[in-house]
């Protein structure tokens, strides 16, 4: 059971250029979402989605699309990345609310700079 | 929308010191309440997490978490700390209701304990 599985763990980009972070949760998890943490700004949410072809904006949601086409995979692309998206971003996952509460399971991180 | 305030941003203990951090959140309905840490180098991993029933509510290396209602804290507590707590810490607010899937952060408070 691999849980959260983010790629890549580090990446350099040059302002302007797009790529995609790829997120993938094998728990069968109806519920996840991308963070992006900065020093002294805690995690901030970017988008989620609470199921396959369900997404929506978060608290951060601006230069980032998201789509979710399988229940698995959810990827995050930077259409043209900025010297201020270089951060951690974080992909969780969750069951949906059902009433119970679940903890989020977290993936392992990616290291993004922008130059 | 909900807010979470940590009010301490870097504490600093000695091992075997107790703790108490600070977590204030800012909703007026029905909330989840968590705890995750966060280790130098690795992802966010739950420590614990209220729900409803017992305010008290005990996590995993002997942490603990008090949700007091009337003062809408859930303060992080443990007795006795040790060298391998040093890491960051969130206090994070999911709210039932509209906004059922937005996990809401802190910004974090870093413990460091010195041996």
């Known amino acids: 059971n691999a849980g959260v599985t983010q790629t890549p763990k580090f990446q350099v980009l040059k302002t302007g250029q797009s790529m995609t972070l790829q997120c993938a949760q094998d728990?069968?998890?109806?519920?996840m979402s991308w963070y992006r943490q900065d020093p002294g700004m805690g995690l901030r949410l970017i988008h989620y989605?609470?199921?396959?072809?369900?997404?929506d904006q978060g608290e951060v949601p601006n230069g980032y699309n998201v789509s979710r086409s399988t229940t698995e995979d959810f990827p995050l692309r930077l259409l043209s990345a900025a010297p201020s998206q270089t951060s951690v971003y974080f992909c969780?996952?969750?069951?949906?609310?059902?009433?119970?509460?679940?903890?989020?399971?977290f993936g392992s991180g990616t290291r993004l700079t922008v130059v | 929308a909900q807010s979470v305030s940590q009010h301490n941003h870097h504490v600093i203990l000695s091992e075997a010191a107790s703790l108490e951090l600070g977590c204030n959140y800012s909703y007026g309905g029905t909330v989840n309440l968590f705890w995750y840490v966060q280790y130098p180098g690795q992802h966010l991993q739950l420590l614990l997490k209220?729900?409803?029933?017992?305010?008290l509510v005990k996590g995993i290396k002997g942490f603990e978490a008090e949700f007091i209602k009337s003062k809408f804290s859930f303060n992080l507590r443990k007795p006795s700390v040790q060298w391998s707590d040093t890491a960051e810490y969130f206090c994070?607010?999911?709210?039932?209701?509209?906004?059922?899937?937005?996990?809401?952060f802190g910004k974090g408070t870093l413990l460091t304990v010195n041996p």
């Open positions: 209220y729900f409803s029933g017992d305010p």
């Open positions: 989605s609470v199921g396959a072809g369900i997404t």
């Open positions: 728990m069968n998890h109806e519920y």
């Open positions: 994070a607010v999911k709210t039932r209701g509209g906004s059922n899937y937005k996990l809401t």
């Open positions: 969780a996952s969750s069951y949906s609310n059902t009433g119970r509460s679940y903890g989020y399971t």
